[in-house]
């Protein structure tokens, strides 16, 4: 499996809980950073070794705030220089402001075939305190746009957890979400990182978050409502169709290798992690001059791949395999972890088959301690 990962680093505003490389504003950029883009890609490809490509995922930031025509010759440009392999999913995140029939359109006879839409609610308060530049309404027309484009793979993002939000706003955005007949949902629980407006507002007391009570309760409406509606859940934060499931996504979180492009983009190849410039100027001076975007590269010593590939591994609800572990690193977890496997299994926490390790269903609420104890 080969994948390509695409960074496209600008945003019409930045949200105040947003951690990610991007920038509002920059417009003057797009064009100069696409060629550059394409300039890397090619560099890429002459160095050789890159199989065709099984999926392809464009994220940002907002890629959509690009021209249409831009985005499809990336795109374009990328399938043409790297090949793809039968049936590869091509995925496009999508902010509803920057969406309209004829960009959509345009992407989809490029060869995307997966629309991600940032939605994160369908309340437009709840909307307003994340920054979002967009309504509720704005979002059911996104969507609509994109099936009317002829798009049938849509994912549509959502968060929980929010300032103010209560069990009974998320139902409601839940439930609108599922009325509109997406492929899949990723429902995230808000995180405040570090060095955002909403870290600060934590840390000055000015944040009003829901207790626990209320998140669990949150959780509980999550998996009954997707259930119902016949969305799977397949790994912590996502729920899909059946055979609509996030391949690119599925790669990362199986810790597999992927090639990345653009300003702040991180790949990971032989065992080697590397990422390059977050300053998307310095980006394009950097390709435009023939030298390497690359600030950092670490090589990960097998044992931290392999507690790394654990971790990451259980965040799907079908775990990790005992076997592909045993092959690609040469030990097995309940050798490697002992003692501290065999606590949590018996905490109700983990479940180890003769094939599989994964989170129980209880240990999925506490997937981060779990997951701690591992890594």
Request: aromatic share 8%.
């Amino acid at each position: 499996m080969s994948s390509l990962y695409i960074h496209i680093p600008f945003c019409l505003s930045k949200c105040p809980y947003c951690s990610f490389v991007s920038y509002p504003g920059m417009s003057g950029l797009h064009r100069r950073y696409a060629a550059a883009l394409l300039r890397e890609a090619q560099g890429l490809q002459q160095n050789g070794g890159v199989a065709p490509l099984s999926t392809l995922f464009l994220g940002g930031g907002t890629p959509t705030i690009l021209d249409g025509e831009v985005l499809a010759d990336i795109v374009t440009g990328c399938t043409e220089l790297f090949g793809l392999a039968d049936g590869a999913e091509i995925s496009i995140e999508a902010n509803p402001k920057t969406i309209d029939l004829d960009k959509l359109s345009l992407l989809r006879r490029s060869g995307v075939n997966r629309l991600s839409i940032g939605v994160q609610s369908f309340n437009d308060r709840e909307l307003q305190l994340l920054g979002r530049p967009h309504g509720a309404g704005d979002a059911v027309q996104g969507l609509r746009l994109a099936q009317a484009a002829g798009f049938t793979n849509i994912s549509l993002d959502l968060m929980y957890g929010l300032p103010g939000q209560t069990p009974g706003s998320w139902r409601d955005s839940l439930e609108q979400a599922i009325s509109l007949a997406p492929t899949h949902l990723s429902l995230y629980e808000l995180t405040i990182e570090p060095g955002t407006p909403y870290f600060q507002q934590q840390t000055q007391g000015l944040l009003e978050l829901p207790d626990e009570e209320a998140l669990t309760e949150m959780d509980h409406l999550t998996a009954t409502l997707c259930r119902e509606a016949g969305l799977i859940q397949y790994e912590i934060s996502n729920y899909a169709r059946p055979g609509f499931e996030c391949r690119h996504n599925i790669n990362y979180w199986q810790n597999g290798p992927y090639l990345a492009l653009g300003a702040g983009a991180v790949a990971c190849m032989d065992g080697c992690r590397r990422r390059s410039t977050s300053d998307p100027l310095r980006y394009c001076e950097l390709i435009e001059s023939s030298q390497s975007a690359i600030v950092e590269e670490e090589r990960l010593e097998p044992e931290a791949s392999l507690r790394e590939t654990v971790v990451m591994g259980l965040r799907m609800v079908d775990g990790v395999s005992r076997e592909d572990l045993r092959k690609r690193y040469g030990w097995d977890v309940r050798d490697y972890y002992g003692k501290a496997l065999t606590r949590l299994v018996d905490q109700g926490l983990l479940e180890l088959t003769t094939g599989r390790l994964r989170l129980t269903a209880r240990g999925r609420k506490f997937a981060n301690q779990v997951m701690a104890e591992l890594v």
